[in-house]
């Protein structure tokens, strides 16, 4: 029992299903009283796991702003006059607009006019602020003179409003909005403005700067699509600068307390590990290329101020050695230049490839065949010594011989074949890509094969061969079938031993959608690891044994679920 499952009790108990817990009436409401006083209860839904209203004010918590003015400050130190520094938000908030040189106020919110202001009242020598929004801009006041010829290039009429006297003032366009942007890209990218705060939906996509090589992202998005898009901004090759390096930093806020017991972050940092399973980078702990948070390097337990203080500084620190980023880079990239290839790579705890019931199977069944071979012997011994003429004991010995014989060699091999975590591993995979080709799942089958590899405290799995679809399909098959079991449609059960359900596993819910892909799944699994069978879990019977294979499965028993991520690797790796 944890907090999801205990929300998914909660949820039914007291609203959806009611009816079917009978109850006191007074305690029902006593309950929910108690709930709604926490802040666990929003609109009729319990939330233990996520609440929304706390995830709106992480996304807008004012510990980013601090954030982003201790970001600007350190790379301002590093990079000096050569900073070009983009910041993007979700927001203008305009009406903000009053608050800009107005010391009674105090910037509180995230937006593009709350960040500029926050920035600017830092004071930072050297620091010269722009903000380039769709109805918002603002410069400097001194480019006045640089702004001048842009507007006769452009053909447009434009003019400065001060903001009281705080050294900037917003530009009034009469004109295109497009020519407003590229003027602002050209004093961004000769140093009038170092510093630019703009919205994702303007600078987000499609927008060209390359001579960025900062950027924070202080936005809430997620998806893969959008984040990438933003990121996008940084990365460019600028021709000016040969050697240019960027840091994209990424804001997350999360509690400082209560962390270490629970083992999750809040909503926020959920948000950001989304973001990072997609993108790929130089790791922080082995110097390979490959996607995941984890490559950050980040402490396991944030669960203090201290320790999130020292995750910081310690990414400060990385952030500011850009030449060092910049040969980490290229020695990596030496190492995979000419045949570079990025794989869904699945990495399973060894704990999950103990020997189990299948390879002590396989142990005693070897042992058996071995006695029985010995015994044949000596039979066939003592029997030639006693009764050479007795022609019916022969051909029994013999075959007492031959059986075991085979029983050696059948079972040889299985014990063989499952002798380490790899070779376990690499069955099961195996057995997992002869059924994706047999049911015609893979789009490019031909010259597909399994690639495993063994580190310290762990195996690594992948497809070599396919396009990436394949290898992503394959990963998510590997993923569903050494996961924990939670709902699947059908479930893989050792025939003999279905009262014990501890070698028992999840059939992937692409094999799970037909009953003919699961038999299939079950046929080439039994070819691979052993006399399996699938189950239809959708019935009385099958959902006694689902039940049990979640409180008895050897996968749930140990709650190690794989991490999936991408790693780049080389011809010869």
């Known amino acids: 029992m944890d907090n999801g499952w205990m929300e998914t009790l909660l949820q039914g108990f007291l609203y959806e299903d009611a009816e079917a817990y009978p109850c006191d009436k007074v305690y029902r409401e006593e309950l929910i009283g108690r709930l709604k006083s926490a802040g666990c209860i929003h609109r009729n839904k319990i939330q233990l796991t996520t609440n929304d209203k706390v995830s709106k004010l992480l996304v807008s918590s004012r510990g980013k702003l601090d954030s982003i003015n201790d970001i600007v400050e350190a790379e301002y130190e590093s990079l000096g006059s050569e900073l070009r520094l983009l910041i993007l938000c979700d927001f203008i908030k305009k009406e903000m607009l009053s608050m800009v040189g107005n010391a009674s106020t105090v910037p509180c919110e ?79 990218t000769c140093g009038q403005i170092n510093v630019l705060v703009g919205t994702k939906s303007l600078l987000g996509e499609g927008w060209d700067s390359p001579c960025i090589n900062s950027l924070i992202l202080a936005t809430y ?230 690639v495993t590899e063994e580190a310290e405290a762990a195996v690594f799995t992948y497809l070599k061969g396919g396009n990436t679809r394949d290898k992503t399909l394959f990963a998510e098959c590997l993923e569903e079938f050494w996961g924990i079991i939670d709902n699947p449609r059908y479930l893989l059960v050792l025939k003999k031993r279905r009262w014990k359900m501890s070698e028992s596993y999840a059939v992937p819910d692409i094999f799970g959608k037909k009953k003919e892909d699961a038999l299939c799944f079950a046929s080439c699994m039994r070819k691979a690891i052993g006399s399996y069978e699938a189950v239809y879990t959708r019935n009385p019977e099958g959902r006694k044994l689902l039940l049990k294979a979640r409180t008895k499965s050897f996968v749930n028993k140990n709650d190690k679920i794989i991490h999936g991520k991408k790693r780049v690797k080389s011809e010869f790796e």
């Not at 620091?127 to 006045?144: E, F, N």
């Not at 702004?147 to 006769?152: A, K």
């Not at 903001?163 to 497009?178: A, E």
Request: with cysteine; proline share 3%; aromatic share 8%.
């Open 221 to 450: 998005v997620g998806s893969f699509m959008l984040s990438n898009q933003m990121r996008g901004r940084a990365i460019r090759v600028f021709k000016d600068q040969p050697d240019k390096t960027s840091n994209i930093w990424h804001l997350a806020c999360v509690f400082p307390t209560g962390l270490e017991s629970s083992g999750e972050l809040s909503g926020d940092y959920e948000t950001l590990k989304r973001r990072f399973d997609a993108f790929l980078g130089v790791s922080a702990l082995d110097g390979v290329i490959e996607s995941g948070i984890e490559r950050l390097g980040l402490e396991k337990n944030l669960n203090s101020r201290k320790n999130i203080e020292k995750c910081n500084q310690r990414t400060m620190k990385i952030a500011g050695d850009r030449k060092g980023l910049r040969e980490t880079w290229e020695n990596d990239l030496k190492v995979i230049y000419g045949d570079m290839r990025v794989e869904e790579v699945e990495e399973v705890d060894k704990g999950l490839l103990e020997p189990g019931y299948l390879f002590l199977n396989a142990v005693v069944m070897e042992i058996i065949s071995v006695i029985l071979f010995i015994l044949s012997i000596l039979s066939r011994t003592i029997g030639s010594a006693s009764a050479k003429n007795l022609f019916l004991p022969g051909i029994m010995i013999y075959i007492a011989i031959i059986a075991a014989f085979f029983g050696i060699c059948k079972y040889g091999y299985r014990l063989l074949s499952l002798w380490t975590p790899q070779k376990r591993m690499k069955k099961a995979a195996e057995g997992i890509l002869d059924a994706l080709i047999q049911t015609g799942k893979l789009e490019e089958p031909m010259h597909c094969h399994v």
């Open 110 to 188: 995230l937006g593009a006019v709350p960040i500029f202001e926050y920035i600017r009242r830092k004071g930072m020598q050297g620091v010269r602020l722009g903000v380039l929004s769709g109805s918002v801009v603002i410069v400097p006041s001194d480019v006045c003179e640089a702004l001048t010829p842009l507007f006769e290039k452009y053909m447009c009429e434009g003019s400065l409003t001060p903001l009281g006297d705080t050294g900037y003032s917003r530009v009034i366009l009469k004109g295109s909005g497009h020519h407003i942007v590229s003027m602002i890209t050209e004093l961004f």
